[in-house]
């Protein structure tokens, strides 16, 4: 059964930091990878989406690696600033459905 | 731009009423899914259709039901509302068809079951 983990759960950083957030999966057959956004009490934003035979998409200053191989994931945010700040989901998309499994998130702070 | 639309923002039931939580997208997709989601267990598929009449379960389909009868909207129903259901609740769209389409998501529904 697909696992998705998602380290650290929490992160806090300055204002400008370049950082990474970690998603690992433990089935590499998966058709597709994707990260989201949620900001507290709302549904969730759709920020890129990394399909099997990829790796990686970039969206301004975000970008977005996938290693099928070694079943992981990194969502790379460069010069960080405070309305970054929110809750960072990856979900992988398994083969021949269009389910997602996701796994429970990393809550980021960007402090000025 | 897609837009998900999830008919409350907050909702509070008893237990043992039968609540109907609505969802209507507007981007003529194929799929919806219902998903919970809580504290440290993130989310969960709940139910998903890929097309109308179409359902299949998800991962925590107990105590739930569905209803698609037209394209645009999804329907869940908590057919006799319970305690543990109290949860934020949130509908997704994407195309069908190739499975690499990106969800759309609503602004989720709170519900409290008292």
């Known amino acids: 059964k697909q696992e998705v983990t998602q380290i650290p759960a929490a992160l806090s950083v300055p204002e400008g930091e370049n950082l990474v957030l970690n998603c690992s999966f433990t089935d590499s057959a998966i058709y597709n990878l994707q990260w989201f956004r949620q900001d507290p009490g709302k549904g969730l934003t759709s920020l890129l989406l990394?399909?099997?035979?990829?790796r990686e998409q970039t969206s301004g200053r975000l970008n977005a690696s996938l290693d099928k191989s070694s079943g992981r994931s990194t969502l790379y945010i460069a010069a960080s600033q405070p309305g970054d700040s929110a809750t960072y989901l990856c979900?992988?998309?398994?083969?021949?459905?269009?389910?997602?499994?996701f796994g429970t998130g990393t809550r980021l702070q960007v402090f000025p | 731009d897609v837009k998900v639309t999830q008919s409350s923002r907050y909702l509070v039931k008893r237990t043992g009423e039968k609540v109907f939580l609505e969802c209507v997208q507007d981007?003529?997709?194929?799929?919806m899914f219902w998903y919970r989601q809580d504290p440290g267990l993130g989310l969960r598929l709940i139910y998903f259709s890929y097309d109308v009449k179409m359902k299949e379960k998800g991962d925590i389909p107990e105590g739930y039901s569905v209803s698609r009868e037209k394209k645009e909207r999804f329907s869940l129903i908590l057919e006799s509302a319970s305690t543990n259901q109290t949860s934020m609740y949130l509908c997704?769209?994407?195309?069908?068809?190739?499975?690499?389409?990106?969800?759309?998501f609503g602004d989720g529904t709170r519900l409290s079951i008292l």
């Open positions: 990394i399909q099997s035979s990829q």
């Open positions: 997704a769209s994407s195309n069908g068809g190739t499975g690499i389409q990106p969800q759309h």
């Open positions: 981007m003529d997709h194929e799929n």
């Open positions: 979900a992988v998309g398994p083969y021949n459905t269009d389910k997602l499994i």
